[in-house]
């Protein structure tokens, strides 16, 4: 936010889950981000300020980024409030469109914390609190039986939820509930990994098998896992393979798999992958399909294991200034 002054307050950072290549809007993220470096973060505040100087705003900017290899990379920058701007309010007890709304009708930062109405150690950036939110898009699937739920650059959510605790596998275990997804604590994951995935996903299937699941997998996976030194329990065959004892989608209905990871590239996996996805829907499985998503579902379990999850209210998280509402 930059008020008529020019001076500017960085509201949060929030990094998303998903690469880029899913749309904002269906990517979960958390807040504060849990792998950026101190210089990458340093470097996106310098941006978005730089932007919103440039472009005199009064009031609320939103700006997205990729990273890669710590370059940053600008994407888009909105001069506008956005979906994510409730959710920070929450995260940070910073009451964002009540702010941004005065200072878009001439008051200053300086002014909101002279009266009251914006916390006194709110200069420059939020400061940073003690426990993590997650926000995860809910997507309507369960309603549109057939549609296949990958994810990519159309937003297809209807909605979003929010998880809070002190470590990001928690806060990550909250936001899937609360979404309709209860994470299993105990069974099967099967994998079905694109080829261009099988390296990354390798540490996927070991955090997965280090919590005491069992994995199975398609043959090509499975070859790969396997010649990694990582014992994989079930062969499952694609749609259209013969000679392989399981069938992914028979597997699906039939209760013997709690999780799916299914990471598609390409026409071919793709079609193939529709069914598995599909599958899931109908009986109610979770899917992931993309490795960003395995990796926080794999710590949320472990941290819900040995943390139970608890009710953290807002009000008990952040105290309301004198004169505002949240």
Same mark, same amino acid.
């Given at each position: 936010?930059?008020?008529?002054?020019?001076?500017?307050? @960085?509201?949060?950072?929030?990094?998303?889950?998903?690469?880029?290549?899913?749309?904002?809007?269906?990517?979960?993220?958390?807040?504060?981000?849990?792998?950026?470096?101190? %210089?990458?973060?340093?470097?996106?505040?310098?941006?978005?300020?730089?932007?919103?100087?440039?472009?005199?705003?009064?009031?609320? @900017?939103?700006?997205?980024?990729?990273?890669?290899?710590?370059?940053?990379?600008?994407?888009?920058?909105?001069?506008?409030?956005?979906?994510?701007?409730?959710?920070?309010?929450?995260?940070?007890?910073?009451?964002?469109?009540?702010?941004?709304?005065?200072?878009m009708v001439g008051q200053t930062l300086a002014d909101l914390r002279a009266h009251g109405l914006l916390r006194p150690d709110? @200069?420059?950036?939020?400061?940073?609190?003690?426990?993590?939110?997650?926000?995860?898009?809910?997507?309507?699937?369960?309603?549109?039986?057939?549609?296949?739920?990958?994810?990519?650059?159309?937003?297809?959510?209807?909605?979003?939820?929010?998880?809070?605790?002190?470590?990001?596998?928690?806060?990550?275990?909250?936001?899937?509930?609360?979404?309709?997804?209860?994470?299993? %604590?105990?069974?099967?994951?099967?994998?079905?990994?694109?080829?261009?995935?099988?390296?990354?996903?390798?540490?996927?299937?070991?955090?997965?098998?280090?919590?005491?699941?069992?994995?199975?997998?398609?043959?090509?996976?499975?070859?790969?896992l396997r010649s990694e030194g990582l014992a994989v329990d079930t062969l499952v065959a694609k749609v259209g393979e013969e000679?392989?004892?399981?069938?992914?989608?028979?597997?699906?209905?039939?209760?013997?798999?709690?999780?799916?990871?299914?990471?598609?590239?390409?026409?071919?996996?793709?079609? %193939?992958?529709?069914?598995?996805?599909?599958?899931?829907?109908?009986?109610?499985?979770?899917?992931?399909?993309?490795?960003?998503?395995?990796?926080?579902? #794999?710590?949320?379990?472990? %941290? #819900?294991?040995?943390?139970?999850?608890?009710?953290?209210?807002?009000?008990?998280?952040?105290?309301?200034?004198?004169?505002?509402?949240?």
């Amino acid at each position: 936010m930059r008020d008529r002054t020019g001076e500017i307050l @960085i509201a949060g950072v929030m990094e998303h889950v998903e690469e880029a290549g899913v749309h904002s809007g269906d990517s979960a993220c958390a807040l504060p981000p849990q792998t950026l470096s101190d %210089d990458v973060i340093e470097q996106l505040e310098r941006h978005t300020r730089a932007l919103a100087e440039s472009l005199a705003v009064c009031g609320l @900017i939103n700006v997205q980024f990729a990273v890669k290899d710590g370059q940053v990379y600008v994407l888009e920058a909105n001069p506008r409030a956005s979906r994510t701007v409730p959710f920070v309010a929450k995260a940070t007890g910073v009451p964002l469109a009540m702010v941004a709304s005065r200072l878009m009708v001439g008051q200053t930062l300086a002014d909101l914390r002279a009266h009251g109405l914006l916390r006194p150690d709110v @200069i420059g950036r939020v400061p940073v609190l003690d426990h993590v939110s997650v926000k995860e898009a809910v997507l309507p699937f369960d309603r549109f039986p057939g549609v296949d739920t990958l994810l990519g650059p159309e937003m297809r959510s209807t909605g979003e939820v929010m998880g809070v605790d002190s470590t990001f596998g928690l806060a990550f275990a909250k936001s899937q509930l609360a979404a309709g997804t209860r994470l299993p %604590d105990a069974g099967t994951v099967f994998l079905s990994l694109a080829d261009r995935d099988k390296p990354a996903g390798l540490a996927v299937a070991r955090a997965f098998s280090g919590l005491g699941f069992s994995i199975a997998a398609t043959l090509g996976t499975a070859g790969y896992l396997r010649s990694e030194g990582l014992a994989v329990d079930t062969l499952v065959a694609k749609v259209g393979e013969e000679g392989v004892a399981s069938d992914a989608v028979e597997l699906i209905a039939q209760g013997k798999v709690q999780l799916v990871v299914n990471t598609p590239r390409g026409l071919g996996p793709r079609a %193939d992958g529709q069914h598995i996805r599909t599958a899931s829907v109908v009986h109610k499985v979770p899917c992931l399909t993309t490795l960003a998503a395995a990796r926080a579902a #794999a710590a949320g379990i472990a %941290d #819900a294991r040995s943390h139970p999850l608890q009710v953290r209210a807002l009000q008990d998280l952040h105290p309301t200034p004198s004169g505002t509402s949240q």
